[in-house]
């Protein structure tokens, strides 16, 4: 009954002070690792001039500039893609990041029959921007078109070529806050939005620490 009992401590111990760890470490490593893959994949693809003069559907003037501090996410879309799926799955994109206000929103028109007004759950406010195809030409001006499904080159860039059609553009970009855009996304394919939204979560500037103070507590 000693042996057995001596036994089963080693055992307990072995798994105590090599398996757990083991196991705790190759989990960590596997989430740096992948976060790793994950930051590598945000590269330089040029940059949107910040001094872009842009209009909204709601008569709103702005230039990226300012919005200097926050993440641009641009997205486009056409008449006959504009459905309730679509809306609701930008409504979600943006809801996960709304509360912290360090990124900002374009949805914009690919043609003049686009009318964002017929859906009421678009998110609305200052940091979700809709835009007519116009406004929305101005931007696509300096985007490209990434051959997502062709071989990264380049230190793990997409290739990329000059769009044809810009009423077609079906791709959202990221936009950091030195206005460098740092990837494309299909906007048609779940994975490819899933990586947006774990790109967005490392992008997203994160406010500065507030210093701490000292409240001390009044004499009686």
Same mark, same amino acid.
């Given at each position: !009954?000693?042996?057995? @009992?001596?036994?089963?401590?080693?055992?307990?111990?072995?798994?105590?002070?090599?398996?757990?760890?083991?196991?705790?470490?190759?989990?960590?490593?596997?989430?740096?690792?992948? #976060?790793?893959?994950?930051?590598?994949?945000?590269?330089?693809?040029?940059?949107?001039?910040?001094?872009? @003069?842009?209009?909204?559907?709601?008569?709103?003037?702005?230039?990226?500039?300012?919005? @200097? %501090?926050?993440?641009?996410?641009?997205?486009?879309?056409?008449?006959?893609?504009?459905?309730?799926?679509?809306?609701?799955?930008?409504?979600?994109?943006?809801?996960?990041?709304?509360?912290?206000?360090?990124?900002?929103?374009?949805?914009?028109?690919?043609?003049?029959?686009?009318?964002?007004?017929?859906?009421?759950?678009?998110?609305?406010?200052?940091?979700?921007?809709?835009? =007519?195809?116009?406004?929305?030409?101005? &931007?696509?001006? %300096?985007?490209?078109?990434?051959?997502?499904?062709?071989?990264? &080159?380049?230190?793990?860039?997409?290739?990329?070529?000059?769009?044809?059609?810009?009423? =077609?553009?079906?791709?959202?970009?990221?936009?950091?806050?030195?206005?460098?855009?740092?990837?494309?996304? #299909?906007?048609?394919? !779940?994975?490819?939005?899933?990586? !947006? $939204?774990? %790109?967005?979560? &490392?992008? $997203?500037?994160?406010?500065?620490?507030?210093?701490? $103070?000292?409240?001390?507590?009044?004499? @009686?």
């Amino acid at each position: !009954m000693s042996k057995r @009992k001596n036994f089963i401590q080693l055992i307990a111990l072995f798994l105590m002070l090599i398996v757990l760890p083991a196991g705790s470490w190759y989990y960590l490593q596997s989430g740096f690792d992948y #976060q790793k893959q994950a930051r590598a994949e945000l590269l330089d693809y040029g940059k949107i001039p910040a001094n872009t @003069k842009l209009l909204s559907t709601e008569g709103q003037e702005l230039t990226l500039s300012d919005s @200097k %501090h926050q993440l641009s996410i641009f997205s486009f879309v056409s008449k006959d893609k504009l459905n309730n799926e679509r809306v609701e799955n930008w409504k979600k994109l943006y809801e996960q990041f709304e509360e912290t206000g360090r990124a900002k929103f374009f949805l914009g028109a690919l043609d003049t029959l686009v009318d964002f007004s017929t859906f009421e759950q678009l998110p609305r406010n200052e940091n979700c921007v809709y835009l =007519n195809a116009e406004n929305s030409k101005k &931007i696509i001006a %300096h985007l490209e078109e990434p051959q997502l499904k062709t071989e990264r &080159i380049n230190g793990g860039k997409y290739q990329t070529q000059k769009i044809n059609d810009w009423t =077609n553009y079906n791709y959202t970009a990221i936009v950091d806050t030195t206005f460098t855009i740092r990837n494309y996304y #299909q906007i048609d394919e !779940m994975e490819s939005l899933k990586r !947006m $939204v774990e %790109h967005l979560a &490392i992008l $997203v500037p994160r406010e500065k620490p507030k210093k701490p $103070v000292l409240i001390r507590e009044k004499e @009686k």
